[in-house]
């Protein structure tokens, strides 16, 4: 992110060069959806920091915006993103990371087309914030593995084609050592999917009920025990995928509270006026934030410091959506709807306030909940000394629970 | 609103190490303590280290005038190093706010990566020509003040902002009288710059500051001590004309406020690495009591916000750099932002560290000291909200 330099400019002309050739080889206005974004994908336009042959060109990450400009001018049709949000933020940087060629080869382009919806099964009743701790088992069986067990808070499994799982493979190993990470196909009839009810009302999660799942060695992402170490990467990416996202100015929670403010001036009071302020502050210097972080990982990957930006985006959310609940008054009274739904995609600042400030309760919850995160934060980042572990190094079979 | 660098680049990387070294050797915190007890021995050896041998004095001033013609994102780096040292120099009062007032007097915007001031000069103190002021001296005013030659302040209260500053001297001839309380860098500066209000607007004159009688305050913050000034038919001679007055004041202001916020992320870095440090040595119920997790998890939350902290800082330095149009609003919400931080950062320290920071020996009173007078220094956060509300369309 320093100075523009020769070469940054000769890859901005050499993108430009691609997209043109990809529109006036398959123009928008006239090829369907799906065959202008395999495309894409194999014009390497997908995620420019890809491999080539992946849907990327091994470019830094920052210049994938370019791309998204061009192609958006031209009125080209995107991935609609919100909608496989796992697939891209969690399944694809890990199956990158730790995918065999064959997998890759796989997984990764229908996954960006959207072909192939993905949900990860990691949270089970018993292994929330210790997700070490689950007890979901996969036992080999010739080629293959038998998986039984239960997932929780399982977004898009419903729709999903394809899951990233974390299984037990080793009861006899302490539980850090005795998981192995799975690409599950959920539409193998042992996967049973219920819809789980939330405190909005409507059903945006699941719960995934699995009975002897097979699923073929050749689905193992690495090693036999290293689950955990392939979640990780998973994890790092959902924080920096929930916490992270680039937005304009005002374009998250504080877009709404702000939006109300102006169109209703007989909701104003000197003291609102201040929370207000205070809210738009730490908002925006969240987004700034977010921005140096970026131009940092231009070229890299996330670290633990994503765990900090999703600490503070969770609280900020609830902070907002809570004063403009209290904002609108008597408004504030009511609630849009109750009633059961299964929501298409998530947009934590849609709906009605009510229901932003509802909602806005699991963003200190989900892809790690802020107290693990402030617990990852002085750990890892400031070398403050570990929680007391007392089951790490004792067999899972024999922790207590 | 642009992308702007948020980083840090090579040069001030290697600035920020040449001051570092030089305040780790000539600023140690005893020498600061000592200021609450009336020993300012510390300063003129320091300052002049700072100002002439490594020329920071004249960083924001334009080389065609004898400065560094740096830019407001180098005079931040100096700011977050003075800030983690808690320094006591006038490189804010001087080499920021009063210099910015003389390049602004003269239609240029200070801080921005580059300055053209126009040669002509405005009043007599500026010029080339004989003067009470600079016996003479070529550069002007501007030129004395970036070789470190001469130091200067703005007479006016610290707790005076962009928003809001009080314009208490008149004029009669060359002679200035009124009285200006809780002026920063005064104690420390030969030239004051004093507003004026005349008709059609607002002069800034310089008055050397043995003219004027200068009470030393007792201060919160001693490494930044105060004086009450007061003027009583001081020579005085034209800087900024009339016209430009009010402009050139609340741009220097505004650039103090916007750089200021640096200096308050150099004290939350300090305090958060000198509380994490602590922690993980300190031991209690047979633990390191960084281990325990509800101090972990304040820290934590400080490191959040030191970082956002200096996302803003950075914001509002490269915007004045880049003489961004987003500048005002960034500068803004920078002190808004990082004043609480300074001050959140300070307070966890003192408390953090246990009986250890309630004493005289250990320098964390000097960081708590320092953030809660910046707190108050150039715009309270409140009135830096407000403004904020005007200038994003959010009105009260």
Known sequence: MSTPSVSTEDTRRDLAARVESLLSSYPPGSTERLEFLRARFDAGLAWVHFPEGLGGLGLPRGFQQYVEQLLAEAGAPDNEPRKIGIGLGMAAPTILAFGSDEQKQRYLRPLWTGEEVWCQLFSEPGAGSDLAALATRAVPDGDAWVVNGQKVWTSSAHKAQRGILVARTDPNAPKHRGMTYFLADMTDPGVEVRPLRQITGEAEFNEVFMTDVRIPDSDRLGEVGEGWKVANATLMNERVAIGGAAQPREGGMVGKVAATWRSRPEVRTPGMHDRLMTGWVEAEVFRLTGMRLRQKLLVGAPGPEGSAMKLTFARLAQELSGLEVELVGEDGLRYGDWTMTRPEKVDFTGRDAGYRYLRAKGNSIEGGTSEILRNIVAERVLGLPSEPRVDKDIPWKDIPR | ?396
């Not at chain 2, 405005?122 to 070789?147: F, I, K, N």
């Not at chain 2, 004309?241 to 300090?270: K, N």
């Not at chain 2, 408390?351 to 715009?379: C, F, N, S, V």
């Not at chain 2, 409140?382 to 994003?392: F, K, M, P, S, W």
């Open chain 2, 1 to 396: 609103m642009s992308d702007v660098n948020l980083l840090y680049t090579d040069v001030e990387d290697s600035l920020r190490s040449t001051v570092r070294d030089l305040l780790g050797s000539r600023c140690p915190a005893d020498a600061v303590i000592a200021m609450y007890d009336g020993d300012r021995s510390v300063v003129g050896p320091l300052w002049r280290s700072l100002a002439a041998d490594l020329g920071l004095a004249g960083l924001l001033v334009p080389e065609s005038l004898g400065g560094a013609g740096a830019s407001a994102r180098e005079a931040a780096v100096v700011l977050e190093e003075l800030g983690g040292f808690v320094a006591p120099v006038p490189f804010l009062t001087s080499s920021v706010v009063a210099t910015a007032v003389l390049v602004a007097g003269r239609g240029a915007v200070p801080g921005a990566a580059s300055v053209h001031v126009d040669d002509r000069a405005v009043g007599s103190a500026e010029s080339g020509t004989p003067s009470v002021l600079l016996d003479g001296h070529g550069p002007g005013l501007l030129g004395a003040l970036a070789s470190g030659e001469r130091t200067a302040t703005l007479a006016v209260p610290l707790s005076a902002s962009a928003m809001s500053f009080p314009v208490v001297a008149t004029s009669a001839g060359d002679a200035l009288t009124g009285k200006v309380t809780s002026v920063a860098g005064a104690l420390d500066a030969d030239v004051l710059l004093v507003p004026v209000a005349v008709e059609g607007g607002l002069e800034v004159h310089a008055v050397e500051a043995s003219a004027a009688q200068m009470a030393p305050v007792t201060s919160l913050d001693m490494s930044r001590q105060l004086a009450d000034v007061s003027f009583d038919g001081a020579a005085s001679e034209l800087v900024v004309p009339a016209e430009a007055g009010d402009q050139a004041l609340r741009t220097a202001l505004g650039l103090g406020a916007a750089l200021l916020a640096s200096e308050q992320v150099g004290i939350a870095q300090w305090c958060l690495d000198s509380t994490v440090a602590y922690l993980k040595e300190r031991r209690q119920f047979g633990r390191v009591v960084g281990g325990f997790q509800a101090l972990k998890h304040r820290l934590a939350d400080l490191y959040a916000l030191v970082e956002q902290a200096r996302a803003a800082a950075r914001y509002a330095a490269a915007t004045v750099a880049a003489d961004d149009s987003d500048r005002e609003v960034a500068g803004s919400l920078a002190q808004a932002y990082c004043s609480g931080v300074a001050v959140k950062a300070a307070e966890e320290c003192v408390q953090l560290l246990g009986g250890i920071g309630m004493t005289w020996e250990h320098p964390a009173h000097l960081y708590l000291k320092r953030a809660k007078a910046d707190q108050i220094a150039l715009g309270t956060p409140e009135a830096h909200r407000t403004r904020l509300g005007d200038l994003v369309d959010l009105p009260a």
